[in-house]
Nanobody, 127 residues
């Protein structure tokens, strides 16, 4: 069974930093892209960032651009989300996701491009 496992969530302070990690376990697979989404209480899940595996091309939501950075590791299907200049509105459950097949890179924010999802890790930013 293939799984994505997130780690690194927790409590951060406004203006501070946190790093999230996501790694796969189980049967090996190759990702076309891996990304991060988040869901705040009583809100819909929203796109945060994604990285195309072969080229390391990245794409960010406007709300996190210039504050967050997604990167990949040489280890298969391992990605990180460096979160800087945290704001209380960044409080959410953060989900890692992997797209196993190619997708339209002009719309990388669509959740339905992604086939595998982690269980999520809570990030809480205090004001």
């Amino acid at each position: 069974q293939v799984q994505l496992v997130e780690s690194g969530g927790g409590l951060g302070q406004t203006g501070g930093s946190l790093v999230l990690s996501c790694a796969s376990s189980g049967r090996p697979f190759r990702s076309y892209a891996m990304g991060w989404f988040r869901q705040a209480p009583e809100k819909e899940r929203e796109f945060v960032a994604t990285i195309r595996w072969s080229t390391s091309t990245t794409y960010y939501a406007d709300s996190v651009k210039d504050r967050f950075a997604i990167s990949r590791d040489n280890a298969p299907n391992t990605v990180y989300l460096q979160m800087n200049s945290l704001k209380p509105e960044d409080t959410a459950v953060y989900y890692c996701a992997a797209a196993l097949t190619s997708m339209d890179w002009s719309t990388p924010t669509r959740a339905d491009w992604y086939d595998l999802w982690g269980q999520g890790t809570q990030v809480t930013v205090s004001s």
